[in-house]
Each structure stands twice: as structure tokens, then as C-alpha cells.
């Protein structure tokens, strides 16, 4: 049974760190695609970084780019987000998804397995 695991959401303070991580399991890992996505209340889903299943290509949306960086771990099975630099407008629920092609797309139509998500509330 595959499933898409999110954790190290919470309550962080502006301008601080926040790493969120996904944990797969049920399918092969390696030759996946990832990407992490986020909707905060009232707002659509947005598509805010992927990874390809080479991990040779990444992309990151305007609204984190130089912020958060994506990485993967085909050991650990484990798709981890860095967030530096939070801010207000980053508190969504974040959610990891996967797809099994190489290309690398921030649109939620072309991810065909999702994880419960994972709530970011950034607060003073």
C-alpha cells in the first residue's frame, strides 16, 4: 500500500527555518518524481517545488525561489524541503506529491499520489 508520509510542520517565527520532510512508502522510490505543494485557507493549490526522479532537475516557484531548496534521498526514500527565511504569506499546508515521469511540473493535475499534508503556521 503506497503512501506519502509529510512531517516537521508547526509554528515557526518569521525569518526562521523550517524543515518539512516525506517519507514513501509502497512503490520505488527512486524512480519518482516529487514535488511539494501548499494552499493556505481561501487560496488555491500552489505548486511550490519539485524534484525529477534523476534528481538532475528541480525547479522552484517565484514566491520561494532562493528561499527553499528541495532535495531527495533515495536511501531514506525521504523528499525533504529546507525553508529559510519564512514569512507570514508561506503559512499553508504543505503537501508532497509523486508521479512517475522524469519531467519535473508544478501543476497539481500531473501528480498522481498525495500525501495528508502537513500544517506550516508562520507567527510572531
Known amino acids: 500500500q503506497w503512501q506519502l508520509v509529510e512531517s516537521g510542520g508547526g509554528l515557526v517565527r518569521p525569518g526562521g527555518p523550517l524543515t518539512l520532510s516525506c517519507k514513501v512508502y509502497?512503490?520505488?522510490?527512486?524512480?519518482?518524481?516529487y514535488a511539494w505543494f501548499r494552499q493556505a485557507p481561501g487560496k488555491e493549490r500552489e505548486g511550490i517545488s519539485c524534484?525529477?526522479?534523476?534528481?538532475?532537475?528541480?525547479k522552484y516557484a517565484d514566491s520561494v525561489k532562493g528561499r527553499f531548496t528541495i532535495s531527495r534521498d533515495n536511501d531514506k526514500n525521504t523528499v525533504s524541503l529546507q525553508m529559510n527565511s519564512v514569512a507570514t504569506e508561506d503559512t499553508a499546508t504543505y503537501y508532497c506529491?509523486?508521479?512517475?515521469?522524469?519531467?519535473?511540473?508544478?501543476?497539481?493535475?500531473?501528480?498522481?499520489?498525495w500525501g495528508q499534508g502537513t500544517q506550516v503556521t508562520v507567527a510572531s
Open positions: 506529491a509523486a508521479r512517475f515521469r522524469e519531467k519535473c511540473p508544478l501543476t497539481a493535475d500531473e501528480y498522481d499520489y
Open positions: 509502497g512503490f520505488p522510490f527512486d524512480y519518482y518524481t
Open positions: 524534484i525529477s526522479s534523476s534528481g538532475s532537475e528541480t
